[in-house]
């Protein structure tokens, strides 16, 4: 069954010396894993694969069979071009982390095009903005509303933040309330927009500190969730 579908680019690894595996995010299916035959043995290959790169937005024609977990493209063509992600260092090194995250976070061979289209727009308004620093804390941040556990801003005013329990409490219970720095920041970030996100004035340390609370957020709701393995690269550029 041949469907066209929207789709964007988790990852990809070579498969024995002239293939390429590649896992993306579709519109359509869900997360779906192609295999991409002798694209790396030709220079006519070359130029295929250069549409395969991380979080690249692409339309394709997927040849869908129920029983194989990996199928075969047909078509492919950009959706839209990046002017910025794949040729900016800092950009790049965004992409790279986040591309790991979701590769780890995508799990639903299923239609859900709310989420799709939050991730879609995102990385186009992060591919057209300078001021960006923060941009993956705000977007690691928002998308935990289409996972289901999005913090609950009831009682915001309240001093801490039990990152268990995804909630704002009066007082402290256990290791996991959150207070201080992150606990302001968070609450920041909860009232901004990716438009206003400029207004958002922290430093490098801050922003370390904020990631590793994300991922400690994240670790704690989703159960198969490890740590990215290019988050110690990712804090060398941004140091």
């Given at each position: 069954m041949l469907i066209t579908t929207n789709?964007?680019?988790?990852?990809k690894l070579k498969y024995k010396d002239n293939d390429l595996i590649v896992k993306c995010y579709t519109e359509q299916?869900?997360?779906i894993s192609l295999i991409l035959r002798g694209v790396l043995k030709s220079k006519k290959g070359s130029s295929k694969t250069?549409?395969?790169?991380?979080l690249s937005q692409l339309q394709l024609?997927?040849?869908?069979?129920?029983?194989?977990?990996?199928?075969?493209?047909?078509?492919?063509?950009?959706?839209?071009?990046?002017?910025?992600?794949?040729?900016?260092?800092?950009?790049?090194?965004?992409?790279m982390f986040l591309s790991e995250v979701l590769s780890d976070t995508l799990k639903e061979e299923e239609q859900n095009e709310t989420l799709f289209s939050y991730i879609e727009t995102s990385l186009q308004w992060f591919d057209t903005h300078s001021e960006y620093s923060n941009f993956h804390l705000l977007f690691l941040l928002k998308i935990t509303k289409y996972f289901g556990f999005y913090p609950?801003?009831?009682?915001?005013?309240?001093?801490f933040f039990n990152l268990k329990d995804g909630k704002f409490e009066n007082k402290k219970l256990d290791r996991y309330s959150l207070s201080g720095e992150n606990l302001v920041l968070l609450k920041e970030l909860l009232g901004t927009t990716f438009d206003a996100l400029y207004t958002v004035k922290i430093n490098a340390k801050q922003r370390q500190s904020f990631l590793s609370m994300i991922l400690l957020y994240y670790e704690l709701h989703l159960g198969s969730f490890r740590t990215p393995k290019s988050l110690k690269i990712f804090n060398q550029v941004f140091s």
């Open positions: 789709a964007i680019v988790l990852s299916l869900g997360v250069a549409y395969f790169q991380l024609v997927i040849d869908y069979k129920n029983n194989r977990t990996l199928h075969t493209v047909k078509e492919t063509k950009l959706n839209h071009l990046y002017s910025s992600l794949h040729s900016h260092v800092l950009k790049s090194a965004i992409v609950d801003e009831k009682n915001i005013d309240y001093p």
